[in-house]
């Protein structure tokens, strides 16, 4: 069975909510509590662990409340997301594979976590296996002056998301780096990459967007809104 890690320990600056992006009200909920209630909903995850900032008395009714399996816990994060990762795996016991899943995306599915673990466990050389979705944008690389210096061949360009699936020991191989390789991670899959391990993409879909501006947050309850009507 998976266990599932939950990262939401960062502060959300440019959310500018006044407290850190996981406790951000979204749609009359913790953003993080849309993730939470996702992967629990998904077939094949015991367990569930959250690396939340050092202020937790936001957790209250979340870790607390009493809830049928899977359990959830939570962990103090770190500096960095990926030290985030590693504190929240080093509580999480056993389980494998490991499912990581940034809280800043709280319109993540079941299906979409389920779909993750399932190509992991079908391509046996994999190490991880990520939800991304291929890129529409024309993707230029521009240079510390503003010019233009490179346009990337689109076709072979993917936007990442999470949530992003490990085989267990190949992701305590990745986090066991020092710190500062740690911090350059954007993603733990990079990590997996840069040691010529094999990451393979699942396509997701854009609806499992990231917050991170409050123009973000307005679709997210756009959305969220549109899924509550379909639903009833
Ligand atoms: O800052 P970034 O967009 O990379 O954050 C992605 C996710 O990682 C967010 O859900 C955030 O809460 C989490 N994070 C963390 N610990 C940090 C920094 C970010 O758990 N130190």
Known sequence: MAVALIVAAGSGERLGAGRPKAFAELAGRPLVQWSIDALRAAQGIERIVLALPRDRSVLRGITDRPAPPPQVSAVEGGATRSESVRRALAAAGEGDPVLVHDAARPLVSAELAEQVIAALE????????????????????????????????????????????????????????????????????????????????VPASGENLKVTTPFDLRVAELLLEERARRAR
């Open 122 to 201: 079908r391509d046996r050389e994999a190490d991880a296996a990520i939800a991304a979705v291929p890129v529409t944008d024309t993707v230029k690389r521009v240079d510390g002056a503003g010019a233009v210096s490179e346009t990337l061949e689109r076709s072979e360009l993917w936007a990442v998301q999470t949530p992003q699936v490990f085989r267990r020991a190949a992701l305590e191989r990745a986090l066991d780096v020092p710190a500062e390789q740690l911090a350059r991670a954007t993603d733990d899959a990079w990590l997996i990459e840069r040691s010529g391990g094999r990451v393979i993409v």
